[in-house]
């Protein structure tokens, strides 16, 4: 568009047409470079979504990925919205529609009211009068209060006597110490639920001029994390009576002072999610810190459990199924179609194997299934998948045991489709319960924060220091999942254990039972 304007010989116009005529070419020019720029990231954010590669990246890095092209984006908007229309240089283009987020009613508003410079007529005819008004709502960030609570306890004394002398115990959790209930809570919440590990936090605090080093937060955590253990029992109580349960399991590094280095624990996650079925019992995980992955540690978490646990093809967890398992009875293992589903995704990504495209494809038909049912109730979930997901399971298998024949073990392809065959009894195990879900994405979705704390903290500095980390997680990644603002019930919570809350009524203090003061 802009090439022939470039060959006019623009000579012929008078000097205040030519000079509106440039500046109007430039502005097209402009224009179309941000338009090619524009579609240029639109074509990345495309293909970060739907590319061979997307399946690569965690959900991390493509967040991350996301938010660095969608501001970008933003960018160019915000330069076209900038350049009005020629010759109305007062009206700004109407801005584009997007989420603009939940503004909630109970939020604190300010109201501004923003008068014109001048309420005269500009035909003379006096003082305008008003004939209505536009409300807009604007979300307005203040950066986090620090105060000083000053604590008063008076003391009373008997004028007749020396023996009546009274005042209020200190309810505090750290007797005698610096931080609120609503500090450690602000602390165990920055750490855990928006990974900012305690150097950082100190920093933090240093610019407001109040110097706290990270050994000092670290006794607060500490703290907090013996007295939460009570809490953290019960609810591991709660998932453990329950009928199904999800279960996984990622590393958490911790330091071997002895050996100047790390050594590999891990966290094992119990959870419970009955929402896709409408299930009464509320969601809930419990993350355990153990030394190592052996099956014994699962064996150990689950004692008492009886009921089925869905997982992925981890072999540890066969000890489980059997008839002299410890501390109950045989569980019954349902396992992951998502993982069956990578097994063949990777084979097709290296080599566009069609093998594992059909595969893929036959998959991805029963998981069509599953979208239609969710939300269902079980009865209505089993009737469906016996309906129409069983002959698809059954050809599926049908097809699996024709691969494994002609394709070589040994090969990339048939050590996957050997994995699948391993599993092959528990991926069925959806077909004949409607609350059994077909894939453990929902646990494996709880161990992200893990990892993502793992990626900022590095590794915990002790063996204790895992197991406060797997405390805190589980009622933070609780509250979470129930919709209850975790600041909000940590501190509650800590300063009614401060203030002696009987252990007779622990479940008061469940996430799942917070009721947020008014």
């Known amino acids: 568009m802009t090439a022939p304007a470039k060959d006019l010989d623009l000579s012929i116009l008078p000097p205040e047409?030519?000079?509106?005529?440039?500046?109007?070419v430039a502005r097209v020019a402009a224009l179309e470079e941000q338009t090619k720029r524009q579609e240029h990231l639109i074509a990345e954010l495309q293909q970060a979504l739907y590319g061979k590669t997307s399946e690569k990246l965690n959900d991390d890095d493509r967040q991350l990925a996301f938010e660095d092209l969608e501001v970008a984006l933003a960018e160019i908007e915000a330069h076209k919205l900038e350049?009005?229309?020629?010759?109305?240089?007062?009206?700004?283009?109407?801005?584009?529609?997007?989420?603009?987020?939940?503004?909630?009613?109970?939020?604190p508003r300010i109201e501004r009211v923003i008068e014109p410079d001048s309420l005269d007529c500009p035909c003379g005819c006096g003082v305008m009068h008003k004939i209505g008004e536009d409300r807009h709502d604007r979300l307005d960030i203040v950066p986090p209060q620090l105060r000083v609570i000053v604590t008063v306890r008076p003391k009373y004394a008997c004028r007749s006597c020396t023996d009546g002398v009274t005042q209020a115990l200190s309810p505090w959790l750290i007797e005698g110490g610096l931080p609120t209930e609503g500090a450690i809570a602000h602390v165990l919440v920055s750490k855990y639920a928006d990974h900012l590990p305690l150097y950082r936090q100190s920093q933090i605090l240093a610019r407001?001029?109040?110097d706290i080093h990270r050994s000092t937060l670290a006794d607060w955590m500490g703290v907090a994390g013996f007295h939460l253990a009570p809490v953290v029992d019960r609810l591991a109580e709660h998932l453990r009576s329950s009928t199904k349960l999800f279960v996984d399991e990622t590393?958490?590094?911790?330091?071997?002072?002895?050996?100047?280095?790390?050594?590999?624990?891990?966290?094992?996650?119990?959870?419970?999610?009955?929402?896709?079925?409408?299930?009464?019992?509320?969601?809930?995980?419990?993350?355990?810190?153990?030394?190592?992955?052996?099956?014994?540690?699962?064996?150990?978490?689950?004692?008492?459990?009886?009921?089925?646990?869905q997982i992925d093809g981890y072999t540890g967890y066969n000890r489980l199924t059997k008839p002299s398992r410890t501390g109950g009875d045989p569980v019954t293992v349902a396992y992951?179609?998502?993982?069956?589903?990578?097994k063949l995704k990777e084979v097709f990504d290296r080599d566009g194997s069609e093998i594992a495209a059909e595969g893929l494809r036959q998959i991805a038909e029963i998981y069509a299934i599953e979208k239609d049912i969710r939300g269902m109730s079980p009865g209505q979930r089993l009737s469906?998948?016996?309906?129409?997901?069983?002959?698809?399971?059954?050809?599926?298998?049908?097809?699996?045991?024709?691969?494994?024949?002609?394709?070589?073990?040994?090969?990339?392809?048939g050590e996957k489709l050997a994995y699948i065959h391993r599993h092959w009894g528990g991926?069925?195990?959806?077909?004949?319960?409607?609350?059994?879900?077909?894939?453990?994405?929902?646990?494996?979705?709880?161990?992200?924060?893990?990892?993502?704390?793992?990626?900022?903290?590095?590794f915990a500095g002790h063996v204790e220091g895992?197991?406060?980390?797997?405390?805190?997680?589980?009622?933070?990644e609780t509250c979470k999942i129930n919709g209850v603002e975790p600041f909000a019930y940590l501190k509650s919570t800590l300063e009614a254990i401060a203030a002696g809350h009987p252990k007779d009524r622990i479940d008061d203090l469940l996430p799942w039972n917070f009721k947020p003061s008014s």
């Open 208 to 210: 407001s001029g109040i």
């Open 336 to 342: 992951c179609w998502a993982h069956a589903r990578r």
């Open 384 to 413: 469906a998948r016996q309906t129409r997901s069983a002959p698809l399971v059954a050809v599926f298998g049908e097809w699996l045991q024709a691969q494994r024949l002609r394709i070589s073990a040994k090969s990339r392809l």
């Open 251 to 309: 590393t958490a590094p911790v330091l071997d002072p002895g050996r100047g280095r790390t050594k590999t624990g891990y966290l094992w996650a119990l959870a419970r999610d009955d929402r896709a079925w409408g299930g009464d019992d509320p969601p809930g995980v419990v993350y355990f810190y153990a030394p190592g992955r052996h099956g014994a540690h699962a064996e150990k978490f689950l004692t008492g459990f009886n009921g089925i646990l």
């Open 83 to 107: 350049q009005p229309p020629e010759g109305d240089k007062s009206k700004r283009k109407k801005v584009a529609k997007r989420n603009r987020g939940n503004l909630p009613e109970d939020l």
């Open 427 to 458: 991926l069925q195990t959806f077909l004949a319960d409607g609350r059994v879900e077909i894939d453990s994405n929902n646990v494996e979705n709880l161990v992200r924060p893990i990892a993502l704390n793992r990626k900022n903290a590095l």
């Open 17 to 24: 047409y030519r000079a509106v005529f440039e500046a109007q």
């Open 466 to 476: 895992g197991r406060t980390w797997g405390r805190i997680a589980s009622l933070i």
